[in-house]
């Protein structure tokens, strides 16, 4: 597992590297249009994918005022520094992404940076940003700011069976098994965390807030019908805090939890063997997938964009919809518009997905988390750092070298 982690990461950082070019200091977006901005305000070590977020989260409450504050995790994993000084941090930004406060520290006694932690950690915030959950590969906590560090408190879950599978990380009978993604509803009062990776057949655990304000097991839900670890999860109306359905992504398939009769349905529509990486229910189900993007088309129906054109690199004219997507954001008050983050860089969209452009204004690399802002900017993370961008002004345009036709 370390190994993958390590060619996931390096390669795609590697060849930015070698290509980088400075990215100009925008101040004004109305002067210059896509107003591409590069981020260095996020905390630790600014090292290899230390300023690389991991995942985004809004305030759920749908009467939040401030729509332009976001939270971030970030991974600082540096190996240049003592393993007792690496860490996670929680931050928070109140003007859409353009500067970060460090909120909460997380050390190292909760997480293991040596079995591919940093690539699937979890984030949800409780209304008002008071307190925080997280997933690491020790498995769930809730993370209280204080202080410099944190209070942080092992949500009780799975612990690693005496019977593993036969594919297994380096963790020992009893140890708490890999929790992945985390969804908490509007109000604060349930929250819903996968577990399993190597570690445990994939499972579904509910939890509610008990009185004295830790999170009480609920007990595992029903089982899913798939072997392969969660990756991704959403609720159907996320600021509802009694949504009526949660979907799941897995390795393979993706499903929908009904939470009144507590029954898997599988959603149709999506090919085999393709990684639910990351998914969006502004105006129905979108799906990022390994090799696709899907978009809805019935109910519990999705399919896949395969007339869609992305442009995979700045140099070259190679279209077409394989695109390997980590995320697909939909801009809540302009559905119409679409960002999708991905193994080859960010794609654009102005038309619901009909066509797409790709943001060659940002660096060579691979990118996985994006946010809208509430004027339209967006927050953009991957390899390369993170950055503030106005996408989706008039004169943001591709620039793209056409290929010449041979003589003939």
Request: hydrophobic share 35%.
């Amino acid at each position: 597992m370390r190994v993958v982690w390590w060619m996931a990461l390096t390669a795609p950082l590697m060849a930015w590297g070698q290509a980088k070019s400075p990215i100009a200091e925008r101040g004004n977006p109305k002067q210059d249009s896509c107003y591409v901005r590069e981020v260095k305000s996020l905390p630790g070590s600014h090292a290899f994918a230390a300023d690389f977020i991991e995942v985004m989260a809004t305030d759920p409450r749908p009467t939040a005022r401030d729509r332009n504050t976001v939270w971030a995790l970030t991974a600082d994993l540096n190996t240049d520094l003592p393993a007792e000084e690496r860490a996670l941090y929680i931050s928070k930004s109140s003007n859409g992404g353009e500067t970060w406060t460090q909120v909460a520290r997380v050390d190292s006694r909760y997480f293991d940076s040596g079995i591919d932690e940093g690539l699937r950690n979890g984030l949800s915030v409780v209304p008002g940003g008071r307190e925080f959950a997280i997933t690491t590969q020790k498995g769930a906590f809730q993370v209280i700011p204080h202080g410099p560090d944190a209070v942080v408190k092992y949500i009780e879950g799975p612990r690693v069976p005496h019977d593993r599978p036969w594919i297994s990380i380096p963790k020992k009978e009893g140890d708490p098994v890999r929790a992945a993604a985390v969804k908490m509803t509007a109000d604060g009062k349930r929250l819903f965390v996968g577990y399993g990776y190597f570690d445990m057949e994939p499972q579904l655990f509910a939890y509610h807030k008990g009185r004295e304000g830790a999170w009480v097991e609920d007990g595992p839900l029903p089982q899913l019908p798939t072997d392969l670890d969660i990756f991704s999860m959403e609720f159907d109306r996320p600021r509802d805090p009694r949504p009526g359905s949660l979907y799941v992504g897995t390795g393979d398939q993706v499903y929908r939890l009904d939470l009144r009769t507590i029954k898997w349905i599988q959603i149709q529509g999506v090919e085999p063997d393709s990684a639910i990486h990351g998914i969006n229910t502004v105006g129905g189900l979108h799906l990022a997938a390994c090799w696709g993007v899907y978009v809805p088309v019935g109910p519990d129906k999705v399919g896949r964009l395969t007339d869609a054109e992305f442009i995979y690199h700045k140099d070259d004219d190679e279209t077409g919809p394989n695109v390997r997507a980590y995320g697909i954001e939909i801009d809540p008050a302009r559905p119409s518009r679409q960002v999708v983050t991905a193994l080859t860089g960010v794609y654009i969209s102005r038309d619901s997905g009909g066509s797409w452009k790709r943001l060659n204004e940002l660096p060579e690399g691979e990118y996985r988390t994006a946010h809208f802002n509430a004027d339209g900017t967006v927050i953009i993370s991957g390899m390369p750092g993170t950055f503030v961008a106005n996408p989706f002004s008039g004169g943001c345009l591709p620039h793209l070298k056409t290929r010449e036709k041979p003589d003939e």
